[in-house]
């Protein structure tokens, strides 16, 4: 199951929703940098949960706007798929690494210019995320909702620490 289906069936149980207001408040949540939400996808995952029970069509408004409400059904994929994601530990899937395995393919000057521009990218996002935490609860965002910037900004910090111990080795010739 995918974050997605999670994501919209969590965002259900507070009642029914259409579309468009689901979208808004996973995107006043920032779900799309951490949970890899593809928005256009929103509308879609909808109508198939629909097909397949986990939601009901609440209303049938105009202008295509369908009111979804979560089934008891929903509930319980919801619960489970949450409770999996607290209990099981899965890889997290980061292109990074994809980089890391190769490093090796490209110049030494390449490298450093990569790292380099990197750890600047990172220090600016770490930067915005700071800025940005409590920022969302203004707009009716959970409190909560802030674990997960202070989770990307440990797992940034992280890539930002490996990169400034491991440039120096770069120029020193021991890495890659």
């Known amino acids: 199951m995918s974050s997605t289906r ?7 149980l507070d009642g029914p929703l259409h579309g468009y207001e689901v979208r808004r408040r996973l995107e006043l949540w920032g779900a799309d940098s951490w949970a890899n939400v593809a928005y256009g996808s929103i509308y879609h995952g909808l109508a198939k949960m629909a097909e ?21 059904m929903g509930r319980a ?10 209990w099981f530990v899965k890889p997290i899937v980061d292109p990074f690494q994809v980089a890391l395995t190769f490093m090796d393919r490209l110049p030494p000057a390449d ?11 990172l220090r600016a996002s770490i930067s915005m995320m700071r800025r940005a935490l409590g ?42």
């Open 52 to 72: 397949e029970g986990l939601l009901e069509i609440v209303e049938q408004g105009r202008g295509g706007k369908t009111v979804y409400g979560i089934t008891e």
């Open 77 to 86: 994929d919801f619960g489970q798929q949450l409770m999996n994601s607290w």
């Open 111 to 121: 490298l450093v210019n990569a790292m380099e521009a990197r750890a600047e990218q």
């Open 135 to 176: 920022g969302k609860q203004g707009y009716g965002a959970p409190r909560h909702i802030d674990e997960c910037l202070q989770l990307n900004i440990r797992q940034f910090q992280a890539q930002l620490d490996w990169i400034e111990a491991s440039v120096a080795d770069v120029r020193a010739g021991k890495l890659p």
């Open 6 to 12: 999670t994501l919209l069936l969590g965002v259900l």
